[in-house]
Each structure stands twice: as structure tokens, then as C-alpha cells.
């Protein structure tokens, strides 16, 4: 069958996302801000078990192309178990692929939906062999669970990881305006609409900003050797400001062993976070109430 013009538009699209994604690779972890996949699972499943690994140990070496395979065993692992928890979490076979180069490397995307009503609009599980092994679920309009960005680049030339973690909010909190000293703009400043803004960071912080995922992310940091948290998320372009959500993690790290794990296994938690949520009662959004502020 021939695919349409738009299925193939849509792979082209996906393909140069992955390569902005890599773009300079081989310069330093700073230069792995590039946005590609931007947007943004504790759980009501019965169980969600780690990755089981291989025994390693933290500062062994490892290289490139062992750490993707590892970090892309757990990703696919991942996806099997959300979608044994999500039955209608369908394949899309013309929206994936398994046998594109990308900077010479060879690369996958399993691409999925769920476009009733566990109204997930898109997953793709994309790995780009050497270099990267990415996670994004946007989820649709009817739920106010966040978007799951989940992605790490490996720099194989300099022995470095780059790890970016983000609940994505699905209403619009004005995070990009926060101040040094943690406030944000009141009706001075932005009228009415500062106490939208205000509800709608309450709502997330109270639903899934909780001090048990904010302690999730600290862990995660100190589970990483030489690890370095990049301030203010790389001081992102304008969109990346817009969309980011307030637990946004980016981590620059030595590639080894251990750190390989420790970023596998907080994949792992964080998608657990994110099944729990889409499979919660209480998410759905309210029939009839206006979603502007959605993304």
C-alpha cells in the first residue's frame, strides 16, 4: 500500500527532529539542549518492576553504543508495560520505523496512540544507535495529565551523558516568569490571568508536583557520579521556557556504567509516575470547560 503524502511528511518531520536532537554531538553536553521531542508514571498498576541489568559498578567504562543498548532495552520494556496496562495503545506502522540512518547510525521509532478513552495522542519510543534513547507521550485534550518527556544523548567521542527528565503541565503556569526569589507576576503585572495561572500551578503541584516526586528527582540526581544539573535548564529558547514544566531535570554526567543504570532505572520511575496518573480517576477534564491553556 502507498502511503499518503502526509504519513511520509510526518516520518521526514520525525527523522530531522532526531537529527536537531544530535545535532553536534560530539561538542561539548552544553550543546544537548536542542529540542527535539519537547513536550512533556507510583501507580495504580499491579506491578511495574525494574529493569533487571547486568551487574555493573559505578565508574566501570562502558561504551556508546553498550549504553544505548541498555538504555533502550529498558525503554522498550517500559512501553511494553504501559501498553499491557493501556490496551488500546495501538501501533502505528506507518508512523514507525527500524531502518533509518541518522548521523550514520541506525535508528527505530515505535510510534503509538490511543486516541479513545485513555487519550494518549502520541508515543514514540525512538533510539538512535550510539547515541540517543528518547521516551515522549503527549497525552490529549480530555485529561490533565502532564506530557512525559524522557530522553538521554550519549556523547561516545567525550564519554559524557546528557539526561533531560519533565512532567510537562498541561495548563499554561506562567513558570518562565518566576523570579531569583521564587515569585511569580500577581494581578499587577498580568491582570485576572494571574490567578489562572496561580490555580493552574496549584493544581499541579498538588496532583503531581508532590513532595514524593520532588524527592523522586532529588535521588535521582545523587544516584549520578559526576553528575553536573544544568541551571536554569540550559537557558532554553523562548518555547522550550513556555513548555517546560517546574520539575524539569537536566543532568550532564560521565558515561559509565553506573550512571547508565542509575538513568535507566529513573526512565523506569518516571514512567511509572506517568501510568499511575493516566490511569487515575479524577484527571479528566471537565466536559464543556475551555482547554486555551492547554498544550
Not at 487519550?119 to 547515541?131: D, F, P, R
Not at 506517568?274 to 482547554?291: C, N, V
Amino acid at each position: 500500500m502507498r502511503e499518503s503524502a502526509a504519513l511520509f511528511g510526518l516520518k521526514v518531520i520525525t527523522i530531522l527532529a532526531v537529527m536537531m536532537c544530535l545535532h553536534d554531538v560530539s561538542d561539548s553536553p552544553a550543546a544537548y539542549t536542542a529540542q527535539a521531542f519537547s513536550t512533556s508514571t507510583t501507580f495504580k498498576t499491579k506491578q511495574f518492576t525494574c529493569y533487571n541489568y547486568h551487574s555493573t559498578h559505578l565508574g566501570a567504562t562502558i561504551s556508546a553504543s553498550e549504553a544505548v543498548d541498555i538504555l533502550h532495552k529498558s525503554q522498550t520494556n517500559t512501553v511494553s508495560k504501559i501498553a499491557s496496562q493501556i490496551p488500546d495503545l495501538t501501533p502505528k506502522p506507518d508512523l514507525s520505523w527500524s531502518d533509518v540512518t541518522v548521523n550514520g547510525n541506525l535508528s527505530s521509532l515505535d510510534g503509538r496512540d490511543a486516541p479513545g478513552p485513555s487519550n494518549i495522542a502520541w508515543l514514540a519510543s525512538v533510539q538512535v544507535a550510539n547515541q540517543l534513547s528518547s521516551l515522549t507521550i503527549f497525552n490529549g485534550p480530555l485529561t490533565i495529565v502532564p506530557h512525559l518527556l524522557s530522553r538521554c544523548i550519549v556523547n561516545g567521542n567525550e564519554n559524557t551523558m546528557n539526561f533531560v527528565l519533565d512532567f510537562r503541565p498541561r495548563a499554561y503556569g506562567a513558570y518562565e516568569m518566576k523570579d531569583a526569589n521564587g515569585n511569580y507576576p500577581g494581578p499587577d503585572v498580568l491582570g485576572r490571568d494571574a490567578f489562572t495561572y496561580s490555580g493552574n500551578r496549584k493544581e499541579f503541584e498538588t496532583k503531581f508536583g508532590t513532595p514524593e516526586v520532588e524527592a523522586f528527582l532529588r535521588s535521582t540526581v545523587a544516584s549520578l557520579e559526576g553528575a553536573t544539573v544544568v541551571a536554569e535548564a540550559g537557558k532554553r529558547n523562548e518555547y522550550e521556557q513556555i513548555v517546560a514544566g517546574p520539575l524539569l531535570l537536566e543532568v550532564n554526567m560521565p558515561l559509565t556504567s553506573g550512571n547508565v543504570e542509575a538513568v535507566a532505572m529513573a526512565r523506569e520511575r518516571a514512567a511509572e509516575y506517568w501510568l499511575q496518573w493516566a490511569l487515575e480517576d479524577g484527571h479528566a477534564h471537565r466536559p464543556g470547560a475551555p482547554i486555551n491553556s492547554q498544550y
